[in-house]
């Protein structure tokens, strides 16, 4: 005659294959992220011009710096600012902001050097 499995025990058991599973979701997750950076260090490496990689990297700094104020902002007012209400981070000297959207729900914008050049992006929602 068989013995019936322990309801906990079978319980325990499908618990922990879910989480196994959403386990390896976040771990394929964080896998791709991680070449992603990779891939984008070894472009930045690969880049012998070292003034351009800084550019870029100031770029970056000032996009991130922006993004999080308009975050901020919606945050506490549930909206995204007018961009008259919009306050440039100092990490954003010498670079200029090109609005592509700012409405109260999305934004997007690229930074560019003073010669126009697009250096960095970014978006939200």
């Known amino acids: 005659m068989k013995r019936a499995a322990p309801p906990l025990l079978l319980l325990a058991g499908l618990l922990s294959s879910c989480q196994d599973r959403e386990a390896r979701a976040e771990n394929a997750r964080l896998a791709a992220r991680v070449t992603a950076l990779e891939a984008q260090v070894r472009a930045l490496a690969a880049r012998s011009d070292t003034g351009a990689i800084v550019s870029q990297a100031a770029a970056q700094n000032c996009a991130n710096d922006l993004a999080r104020f308009l975050e901020t902002t919606r945050q506490d007012g549930g909206r995204y600012p007018a961009i008259q209400l919009v306050t440039l981070p100092d ?16 934004y ?10 697009t ?5 939200g929602p």
């Not at 990490?91 to 999305?106: F, G, I």
């Not at 250096?119 to 978006?123: G, N």
Request: charged share 20%; proline share 3%; glycine share 6%.
């Open 119 to 123: 250096l960095a992006r970014q978006s």
């Open 91 to 106: 990490s954003c000297m010498d670079l200029r902001v090109n609005w592509h959207t700012l409405k109260p729900n999305a």
């Open 108 to 117: 997007a914008f690229d930074v560019t050097d003073l010669g126009g050049h």
